[in-house]
């Protein structure tokens, strides 16, 4: 399973971007869906993610500044950024937990990363 994510890009301190991430095959259920981010020199940490029945978590970080949805007819998860600020800058990665088919297994998947760069 390959997610596909896109959005990412130049933007100015308080400006806005949207990321999109879409699991484009036929698979069985998502559970959960969440964006993960990686600055340079930086460890990898979620910023955000949503079940399948809907609750949201954010880093604290990105609270009130950063909205995570979710379509479930789309298999697609989105990430609006508004507000934005120079330490926002990092590739950012989608995740998904997924069960390929009704007796499978959930595994978990990532896309290929989008980068954020926010000028100050």
């Known amino acids: 399973v390959q997610l596909q994510a896109s959005g990412g890009g130049l933007a100015q301190a308080g400006g806005s971007l949207r990321l999109t991430c879409t699991v484009p095959e036929t698979i069985f259920s998502i559970d959960i869906m969440g964006w993960y981010r990686q600055a340079p020199g930086k460890q990898r940490e979620v910023v955000a993610a949503?079940?399948?029945?809907?609750?949201?978590s954010y880093v604290d970080s990105v609270k009130g500044r950063f909205t995570i949805s979710r379509d479930m007819a789309k298999n697609t998860v989105y990430l609006q950024m508004n507000s934005l600020k120079p330490e926002d800058t990092a590739v950012y990665y989608c995740?998904?937990?997924?069960?390929?088919?009704?007796?499978?297994?959930?595994?978990?998947?990532w896309g290929q990363g989008t980068l954020v760069t926010v000028s100050s």
């Open positions: 949503t079940g399948r029945i809907g609750g949201t």
């Open positions: 995740n998904a937990v997924i069960r390929a088919t009704a007796k499978g297994d959930d595994y978990s998947y």
